[in-house]
């Protein structure tokens, strides 16, 4: 999923301090899971903004909405009938609910109230581990499940650095080398003949270059 944190209250403020009434959306997919977007982190920011301008003497109108995904369109147009007399949108959605909104009301000013972290999961109540580079070429086949793009501090395919000490990365020794996991797992499951095979260097240009990426699932398509 993807993992997002909320700005400050004085970055979000200073950023509608010419506005009278704000529309503060929030998500329920991913950045309801981890803390950041759902409805009780928007009502929150709602009341924070508030009181906040209440006591700089400029008081602030606030409505809040949430929707099931920022990040499809079909849940933007929800909105409509919210935004007419807003004087700014405040999203609590990754960075593609916020440009999902923008795109759907060109004339009113969209802000992000999050910062979009990265794409992970859970790993106990409340904390969450970056697992995935989105590189857009999976080889987890090859590394017995766990991603070295990600979780090698140099994004090494064929095996561990020097500095790699004791099941350790060398950038940080509370990390462990994730060649090192790959290792074992790999032997656990009689697999290791598979890290004799050579990978090439990674093709980036699926993941980072040529715009903006797209997938089309056809099948979705009913006549």
């Known amino acids: 999923m993807i993992v997002a944190e909320q700005k400050p209250i004085k970055t979000i403020a200073d950023l509608i301090e010419d506005s009278n009434k704000?529309?503060?959306?929030?998500?329920?997919?991913?950045v309801a899971v981890c803390l950041a977007g759902g409805e009780k982190e928007t009502e929150v920011l709602a009341s924070a903004l508030r009181i906040k301008r209440k006591q700089e003497g400029k008081p602030l109108e606030t409505v809040t909405k949430m929707v099931t995904r920022q990040c499809d369109?079909?849940?933007i147009a929800t909105l409509d009938d919210s935004v007419e007399d807003v004087d700014t949108i405040i999203s609590l959605g990754c960075g593609v609910g916020v440009q999902y909104l923008a795109e759907?009301?060109?004339?009113?000013?969209?802000?992000?109230?999050?910062?979009?972290?990265?794409?992970g999961g859970s790993i106990e109540h409340g904390q969450w581990e970056e697992r995935c580079g989105l590189c857009g070429d999976c080889?987890?086949?090859?590394?017995?499940?766990?991603?070295?793009?990600?979780r090698c501090s140099k994004s090494l395919?064929?095996?561990?650095?020097?500095?790699?000490?004791d099941g350790k990365c060398e950038i940080?020794?509370?990390?462990?080398?994730?060649?090192?996991?790959?290792?074992?797992?790999?032997?656990?499951?009689g697999k290791l003949d598979k890290l004799l095979e050579i990978q090439p260097p990674k093709d980036w240009s699926r993941s980072?270059?040529?715009g903006p990426r797209k997938v089309t699932?056809?099948?979705v398509f009913i006549d």
């Not at 395919?157 to 000490?165: A, H, I, T, V």
Request: hydrophobic share 35%; charged share 20%.
């Open 22 to 30: 704000v529309l503060l959306v929030g998500c329920s997919a991913c």
């Open 73 to 75: 369109p079909e849940y």
């Open 104 to 119: 759907r009301f060109y004339n009113k000013w969209v802000i992000p109230a999050l910062d979009t972290k990265f794409a």
């Open 139 to 150: 080889i987890l086949h090859r590394t017995g499940g766990i991603c070295p793009i990600i």
């Open 157 to 165: 395919l064929n095996g561990p650095c020097g500095g790699s000490q």
């Open 172 to 189: 940080n020794k509370d990390v462990p080398c994730a060649w090192h996991l790959i290792y074992e797992r790999m032997k656990s499951l």
């Open 208 to 210: 980072r270059d040529g």
């Open 217 to 219: 699932r056809e099948d």
